[in-house]
């Protein structure tokens, strides 16, 4: 087999969650049909392309927004799909080629760290049927509602700055102040993660390496990108995955 062309030398990865490990946009669009199904309507994919990686309130506002004249209000639309999203998290399934590529950074001793907008709370429903995998992150987990840090949500780079920092130990410096020249060496040694437009844009702006891993529907929507960060690398899935790539040990069945 020959060898993927180099793209960078990875120290440090951080991962997104939904979407990127679980299936839970999958959900997302269920539970969302099912309320506003109620009225006959949809959430097609040009709607939800503007929701994914949103924070939880100004995504509910892009979606209902397509829906004017739906008599619900974005606080009872939020509290139901809370309520039916809850009863399904503990079922919801790992993506293709998730467990093997964590598995094997934990192998290696690769530092690694999950940087999700899911609340905490929110995390546990969602991983603690997995924790095969996401057990091996040993709690480096940053949440959206981690007030501690004084975070901004995606697409602003706070997310993955204090995942690095706060849990990887890794001195990108700090989150609203211009880093080093040494400090952009550190950010330019980890890699993102993401599947989301924000998430890949707020890895950008860290300053860090992006695999942007985009639900296939979300690539064929037009004027989804809305500023001028691109990934370095795009798949349909970690299953494609290659570790040599971003100078990481090669997968032991591809050495």
Known sequence: MVAPQKIA???YVLFDMDGLMIDSERMYTIVTNKI???YGKEMTWDIKAGCMGKPDLEA???LLSFFPDIPISIEDYIKERNELQDKMWPTVPLLPGVSKLVKHLKKHNIPMAIATGSRRGKYKLKTGHLQEVFG???GK???GDDK?????GKPFPDIFLAAAKEMLGVDVGELNAEPSEAQKAQRSKGLVLEDGLPGMQAGKRAGMNVLWVPDPNLRDVEDV?????TADLVISSLESFRPEQWGLPPYDDES
Do not use: A, N, T, W
């Open 9 to 11: 030398d990875i120290e």
């Open 36 to 38: 506003i199904g109620r």
């Open 60 to 62: 509910s506002k892009h």
């Open 136 to 138: 091996l992150f040993e």
């Open 141 to 143: 987990v940053v949440c």
């Open 148 to 152: 501690q840090y004084g975070m901004r």
């Open 225 to 229: 990108k809305d500023g001028p960060e």
